[in-house]
């Protein structure tokens, strides 16, 4: 969009001079809308699952105490934990509430879809060691020394895993190359995305609206398309040539 809303709402930024500038603007607003995508796509029963690229809070220590003394000990290895994390570019919180029993901490920041917890109480202290919980499923204890590139390595994989599970799932719900009985089957019963071709004709996509009301969600990017079929490419629903792969899909 250039610099045209900028000029005309005064959305100005301040340069590396020290001087103002009108801001460039984009096209592809993140909206609320993609905040659902993320809370449906990767959400569980416990609460939120976020991403690890995404998450404001990728790691949460909880320090764990029940004397004053281990409190000061717990508390001052979480501090050196929480800086050498942060000096691995990681974004971590300490949560040295003295309000809140460990367990509840826990169930809080799961809801809150926190990554990664590690939990370091007098005996993980002793043993050189914290647990490290995935919000994912899984704890194992991880040794202090060189913490952060296996904390980093961890969110890697959480990062990769999610990202895998969602486009299983989205393929699982899924039907690609589809004929006219199949979409109509398809839209009858459980529904998702259908790809197939269409001819593009406004008369067309009326009645596959009409009989399985079904609307075009998209016409996907190159990255996004099937595996190109050797036959010509006709339209699924009328055969007459087609003009792009369409995703359908039932609104709700
Ligand atoms: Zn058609």
């Not at 919000?135 to 904390?151: F, I, M, S």
């Amino acid at each position: 969009l250039g610099q045209n809303f900028a000029k005309a709402f005064t959305v100005q930024y301040q340069t590396a001079a020290g001087g103002l500038e009108y801001v460039w603007n984009t096209s592809w607003g993140v909206t609320t809308r993609m905040i659902g995508g993320l809370v449906m796509s990767h959400g569980d029963d416990h609460g939120l699952v976020c991403p690890p690229r995404l998450a404001p809070v990728q790691v949460v220590i909880v320090p764990i105490w029940k004397s004053e003394e281990e409190r000061g000990q717990v508390l001052g290895v979480g501090g050196q934990v929480k800086s050498d994390l942060d000096g691995a570019g990681i974004r971590v919180e300490v949560d040295t509430r003295d309000t809140m029993k460990p367990g509840a901490k826990y169930f809080e920041w799961e809801a809150k879809g926190v990554p990664l917890r590690l939990e370091l109480g007098p005996r993980d202290l002793a043993a050189g060691q914290v647990m490290m919980a995935r919000r994912t499923g899984g704890k194992a204890p991880a040794k202090l020394e060189a913490l952060a590139t296996v904390v980093k390595a961890t969110l890697d994989e959480i990062q990769t895993a999610l990202f895998r599970a969602a486009k299983e799932r989205r393929e699982a719900h899924t039907i690609r190359g589809v004929t006219k009985p199949q979409f109509i089957e398809f839209m009858k019963n459980a529904g998702g995305f259908a790809y197939g071709e269409f001819c593009g004709s406004p008369e067309c996509e009326a009645e596959i609206k009409q009989q399985t009301a079904a609307t075009v969600r998209l016409l996907p990017d190159p990255e996004f398309r099937s595996p190109p079929k050797e036959a010509p490419k006709t339209c699924m629903w009328c055969g007459r040539p087609s003009v792009a792969e369409a995703v359908w899909a039932q609104a709700y």
